[in-house]
């Protein structure tokens, strides 16, 4: 059955991030201490200048200030974070300026390379300054000279920061809150775009200078027990190689090992950058050619363009001793190649489902 045209056409609803969750929250809570009212909603200003209003789950006093909630609306995008509570406690403080804590489910940093130190509340700098100056402005508004104690919290945060990347980025005990605009875009993922970038800085900043990017678990083990790298060596890039590319251009690290499985590799290989469905698709007729300068004859080259899957393509070319996966592999290193530095020496490994190895590339 064929989708009705108006979901076709309807126009992806974008969401809000974290960090401006918790501006919302912090600033409702502080509004209850300094102007005493119970608010059921607030509006803030993101970085870009849009004022979207949060509706409340509560506002009320405790015993040791105020604290506000707002579930979080990430829009239609996947996030891992949608639906959930972000609630903030803030309590007025003599001394000067914000301090920030971590509440329940929001992690604490323990490594270096991410842009909050070790032994932080894993608080972005964004939502930091999102937060501290609506606190900053309502204080001045309310004649109010001192500072302010600011505990974020997410519900099942530490549940939901097992989806994540934060145990390999050195985040433990929760998640991070996030954002630099505010907003999050429909399928941007654009918080695990800053996972992966976070992750090759935190890889950077503890001198590693080999990395392995791997778009699942099948080809993330296979590689593991390969190179018998530490966790923190190990990428989760999912679909976004590109991100891993684009980002190792700006922070170079001497070795880079891409693995993933045959049909995405295959992708990067026709120069897509983007491995997800939504965004390419496998050529077989691509796979059909490079078999054929390898010395497929014109039935295999049939076989393999009305092919069901990659994997089935690329079993019919194994099946006549092709090094097809080899060949993919060199393909899609040179795509590499192009975007990283000199300096970046990469190799590309491809899998089958079950992460066994049919294609290499190795270091040039």
């Not at 050195?170 to 918080?191: E, Q």
């Not at 976004?240 to 993933?260: E, N």
């Not at 590799?265 to 077989?284: E, M, N, Q, T, Y």
Request: proline content about 6%.
């Amino acid at each position: 059955m064929r989708p009705e045209t108006s979901e076709i056409q309807r126009p992806l609803r974008y969401g809000y991030t974290t960090g401006a969750c918790a501006t919302a929250a912090s600033l409702a809570a502080a509004w209850r201490l300094l102007v005493g009212d119970d608010l059921d909603q607030v509006e803030i200003t993101l970085p870009r200048g849009q004022q979207p209003v949060f509706r409340l789950e509560y506002c009320r006093l405790t015993a040791m200030g105020a604290e506000a909630a707002t579930i979080k609306d990430a829009g239609d995008d996947p996030d891992v974070t949608h639906g959930a509570l972000i609630s903030a406690q803030v309590a007025l403080s003599t001394a000067p300026g914000v301090r920030f804590h971590a509440g329940p489910g929001v992690g604490t940093v323990t490594r270096p390379g991410l842009p909050i130190p070790p032994g932080e509340p894993a608080i972005n700098p964004t939502p930091r300054r999102m937060i501290a100056e609506h606190l900053f402005g309502l204080a001045t508004a309310h004649s109010y000279y001192h500072g302010f104690e600011v505990t974020i919290g997410v519900e099942n945060g530490a549940e939901l920061a097992q989806k994540t990347l934060n145990g390999r980025l050195g985040v433990m005990g929760g998640l991070s809150i996030l954002g630099t605009t505010g907003i999050v875009r429909p399928f941007s993922c654009s918080a695990y775009i800053a996972s992966i970038q976070q992750a090759i800085d935190v890889a950077r900043a503890n001198g590693l200078i080999h990395i392995v990017a791997c778009t699942g678990a099948a080809s993330e083990q296979t590689l593991r027990a390969y190179y018998e790298l530490p966790d923190m060596a190990l990428i989760e890039m999912g679909d976004f190689a590109g991100a891993v590319l684009k980002h190792l251009r700006r922070a170079p690290i001497p070795r880079l090992t891409l693995a993933g499985g045959f049909g995405k590799i295959s992708k990067l290989a026709a120069g897509h950058l983007d491995l997800h469905s939504r965004r390419s698709s496998v050529d077989l007729a691509l796979l059909a050619v490079e078999a054929a300068a390898l010395g497929a004859d014109a039935s295999l080259q049939d076989a393999m363009r009305t092919a069901n899957t990659s994997q089935q393509a690329l079993a019919l070319a194994q099946a006549t001793g092709l090094p097809l996966g080899h060949r993919i592999c060199a393909m899609a290193r040179t795509q590499a190649r192009a975007i990283l530095p000199p300096e970046v020496a990469v190799e590309v490994w491809a899998t089958d489902r079950e992460g066994q190895p049919v294609g290499h590339a190795g270091f040039a």
